[in-house]
DNA sequence: TTCAGTTGTTCTGAAAATAAGAACTATTGA
DNA sequence: TCAATAGTTCTTATTTTCAGAACAACTGAA
């Protein structure tokens, strides 16, 4: 088992951040890491859909987040620590993860109401 | 040629704007864009490198900006006028693109000042 | 008109990234 | 020593992305 990779805090890139967060899973992942800033284990995770993740893709996501200098994970034992490093990140680029959370939280309330509502998701895009 | 595809605002996601934003020359193309809030051709654009990138890759990733919701464009005549949605965008999700316009321009600076100084860019990751 | 030049799109095959089952590693507690 | 638990790594199938080649749409000149 090789030693978990985390990069320097000068080697972390906005595309990275952009990267690791553009996938539905892992947003969730470190919204739940950042607000709480507890934990988190890595093989127990559902999705927004409640939707059970396989553990080997779960383990593939806290790597992507890792490497892209999201969170900081730890060996505790038989488990994982996993820590968000926004502190550090937001010293870096101010205001950039507060932005992103804050506008992935506007994007799940809304779904959540129109889910409550029953709107039928429109899929419709303005052709021109 | 079929028409131009441009999201409803409201089917704009914030994992679509992460993925477009996501690579290096999006991101550029975006940023330029956005800051001038001018046209900005599709087939004439070199990457930070400098380096030509092939029309098709070019035509694909505005493609990728529009269909994210990031860029409006219109065909006028044999060119195409691309502008940014920064507008729209910002009242469904406050201060997200200037956030990340921000950002990348601190690294832009970042990356030029270290080009200049020559200092050796440290890909050295701390293991752990 | 017709034709060449320009701008951008679409098609296509190769290369790269991702997903998830299966096998494996490491740690703990009985 | 052994079973249980938490994660990782290996591997293959699928999906995405890249970029050359062919194509489509418009313009301006002959």
Request: hydrophobic share 40%.
């Amino acid at each position: 088992m090789r030693p978990l990779v985390h990069p320097a805090i000068e080697d972390i890139s906005v595309e990275g951040i952009m990267h690791a967060l553009s996938d539905p899973v892992r947003v969730a992942i470190f919204a739940d890491i950042a607000m709480s800033n507890c934990s988190q284990n890595c093989t127990s995770f559902s999705s927004v859909e409640d939707k059970a993740i396989p553990k080997s893709t779960l383990s593939q996501h806290f790597k992507s987040l890792r490497e892209a200098g999201l969170i900081r994970s730890e060996r505790l034992g038989v488990e994982m620590q996993n820590l968000s490093r926004c502190g550090e990140i937001d010293k870096r680029f101010p205001g950039l993860l507060p932005a992103i959370l804050s506008a992935h939280k506007i994007q799940n309330d809304a779904r959540q109401h129109t889910a409550k509502t029953g709107r039928k998701k429109s899929i419709r895009a303005v052709a021109k």
